[in-house]
């Protein structure tokens, strides 16, 4: 704590230094706690799988093929899962799911004798693995998948054992590029008749997740997959790619069209009415976020320890009816408390706001505000490093002292981490502040000092949760 000390009164002084010692102790061990609460929170989850996706009520097992269970093997490049039975896994279908990245394995005529639903993964690229058990004649097991779109794998079955190696292309981040090939861009189109639609993306980190956005004479229609498409009245019509990657950048490419009743309509009647690319795009992107939320607000409460080493060094020498005080301001450690909006405008990418009070003792209101960018390192899904710098804006009030500070203008820079488990986030960060106060002396007393400012920069060490809109 930063306390007011008068070097006349020592018994205020060693009753001041004696709460310092209580209360630090507590500062410390809050920040510890929250700190361990972060780590419990985000350690690996075990017990029943309860995905409301394939969520079914329970029938009667009577699959002939028994699934033994699951063994997993991390190498340098990927990791590979064999699924293992007592008989050929000949029949199983697999397919792709979204928000989250999920992959699902139906085996057919089987039914599951492992210990566990829910499999704790130590791979980088799969989160957890489920299993249902509750669908007749079929075992299900879902592959959660690190990343915003997935990773990419491949499959292999031999007798008794599907094999399923997932890996990620090691190369340099760079956003997609999507391309629509097919048909050209102004192209005249038969109402009725279909259509090809096919894209192409260089670029980017597989694997993609794409998106086929119809738009135009009152009607909008989306898919998911490329092939033909039939334009059942005469319009003008925009066409968008839209193209995400795992690591969240977005891109997208479209074209206008024609639809007309007679082949011997003219092109040039593309010039009249049409739709606005912008618009369709803008519309298109938006539906995308609402389905891979890349931009979001959160909300975050910090707390911590902040200490600034250089506050003792200003001295304040009164002179009045009672002779002469000496007023410094000793200590110089102080409790924080933030709140912390934030907007995420990219996937490495946030702006901060931070309205944070120094907590130093009942004479002392420190008040701070700081606005910045964060940048965060994509590595882990659940666990990001990150650095951030921000100006700031602070106010000193001292009722013990005679005269006022003038609100000051500063900087700060930090780093930390945060990991993600659903809406919430968990933090700890480092920063340092620099910010100094000027000091105005009253009018109507005699007053010394030794600076004409108290400089208050200092670091902090924070923890911090969040929830996320």
Same mark, same amino acid.
């Given at each position: 704590?930063?306390?007011f $000390?008068?070097h ?5 002084e @060693? ?7 209580r =209360?630090?102790p507590?500062?410390? /061990?809050?920040?510890?706690a929250?700190? =361990?609460? /972060?780590?419990?929170f985000l350690?690996? !989850? ?6 409301e &996706?394939? !969520?079914?009520?329970?029938?009667k ?5 028994? =699934?033994?269970?699951?063994?997993? %093997? ?5 990791t ?12 199983? @279908?697999t397919?792709d ?9 139906d ?8 210990k ?5 993964s130590?791979?980088?690229?799969? @989160?957890?693995?489920c ?5 007749q004649?079929k ?5 959660y ?8 794998y491949?499959?292999?079955q031999?007798d008794n ?7 990620q292309e ?5 956003? *997609?590029? +999507?391309?629509i090939?097919?048909?050209?861009a102004?192209?005249? =189109?038969?109402?009725?008749?279909p259509?090809?639609?096919s894209?192409?993306?260089?670029g980017g980190?597989?694997p993609f997740f /794409?998106?086929?956005?119809?738009? $135009?004479n009152?009607m909008?229609y989306?898919?998911?997959e490329?092939g *033909? ?11 968008a ?5 795992r ?11 024609l &639809?007309?009743?007679?082949p011997s309509?003219? *092109?040039?009647?593309?010039s009249e ?6 618009s369709?795009v803008k519309?298109?992107k938006?539906?995308i %976020? ?12 910090n ?5 600034a ?16 005080e000496?007023?410094?301001?000793t ?9 912390n909006?934030?907007? %995420?405008?990219a996937?490495?990418?946030r702006?901060?706001?931070?309205l944070?009070?120094f907590?130093v003792n ?11 960018p ?10 990001? +490093?990150?650095v951030?710098?921000a100006? &700031?804006? $602070?106010?000193?009030?001292c009722?013990k002292? +005679?005269?006022?500070? %003038?609100?000051s203008y500063?900087?700060? #820079?930090? #780093?930390?981490?945060?990991?993600s ?7 700890v ?7 100094s106060?000027d000091y105005?002396a009253?009018?109507?007393?005699t &007053?010394d000092?030794n600076?004409d ?6 670091y ?7 929830y996320?809109?």
């Amino acid at each position: 704590m930063i306390l007011f $000390g008068l070097h006349q009164e020592k018994a205020q002084e @060693k009753l001041l230094h004696t709460a310092i010692f209580r =209360i630090k102790p507590f500062l410390t /061990s809050s920040c510890l706690a929250a700190f =361990i609460v /972060s780590v419990l929170f985000l350690h690996p !989850a075990t017990g029943l799988c309860n995905d409301e &996706v394939f !969520a079914l009520q329970d029938e009667k097992f009577t699959g002939s093929t028994i =699934i033994t269970g699951l063994t997993q %093997k991390n190498t340098e490049d990927g990791t590979t899962i064999k699924i293992n039975a007592d008989s050929n896994l000949k029949d199983y @279908k697999t397919f792709d799911l979204f928000n989250p990245p999920r992959l699902v394995v139906d085996v057919f005529d089987s039914r599951f004798q492992g210990k566990e639903d829910l499999y704790k993964s130590t791979s980088d690229l799969i @989160k957890k693995v489920c299993v249902e058990r509750t669908h007749q004649d079929k075992t299900r097991l879902v592959f959660y998948l690190a990343g915003v779109t997935g990773v990419l794998y491949t499959f292999d079955q031999r007798d008794n054992t599907i094999i399923i190696d997932f890996y990620q292309e090691k190369q340099p981040d760079s956003p *997609p590029v +999507p391309k629509i090939e097919s048909p050209g861009a102004h192209t005249v =189109i038969h109402a009725g008749r279909p259509e090809l639609f096919s894209g192409s993306v260089t670029g980017g980190n597989r694997p993609f997740f /794409s998106q086929w956005v119809f738009s $135009g004479n009152q009607m909008r229609y989306i898919r998911y997959e490329q092939g *033909p498409f039939t334009f059942n009245a005469a319009g003008t019509y925009e066409v968008a790619y839209l193209v995400t990657d795992r690591d969240g950048d977005m891109a997208s490419d479209s074209i206008t069209l024609l &639809v007309v009743d007679d082949p011997s309509a003219d *092109p040039g009647a593309l010039s009249e009415k049409p739709e606005t690319r912008k618009s369709a795009v803008k519309s298109a992107k938006e539906h995308i %976020k609402a389905i891979w939320p890349d931009n979001f607000i959160g909300v975050s409460l910090n707390a911590g320890s902040f200490v600034a080493g250089n506050t003792e060094d200003f001295v304040l020498i009164t002179t009045g009816d009672h002779g002469q005080e000496t007023l410094t301001l000793t200590g110089r450690n102080s409790s924080v408390l933030a709140i912390n909006p934030s907007l %995420k405008v990219a996937s490495c990418l946030r702006l901060d706001l931070f309205l944070g009070q120094f907590f130093v003792n009942k004479d002392t209101d420190l008040f701070f505000l700081s606005s910045g960018p964060r940048f965060i390192f994509l590595t882990k899904q659940w666990m990001k +490093p990150y650095v951030r710098c921000a100006a &700031v804006y $602070g106010r000193l009030d001292c009722t013990k002292m +005679p005269g006022k500070f %003038k609100n000051s203008y500063g900087w700060e #820079y930090g #780093y930390g981490i945060i990991a993600s488990r659903s809406s919430l986030e968990f933090g700890v960060e480092f920063f340092y502040r620099d910010i100094s106060f000027d000091y105005e002396a009253p009018l109507t007393l005699t &007053v010394d000092t030794n600076h004409d400012y108290i400089d208050f920069s200092g670091y902090s060490v924070c923890a911090s949760i969040a929830y996320r809109f």
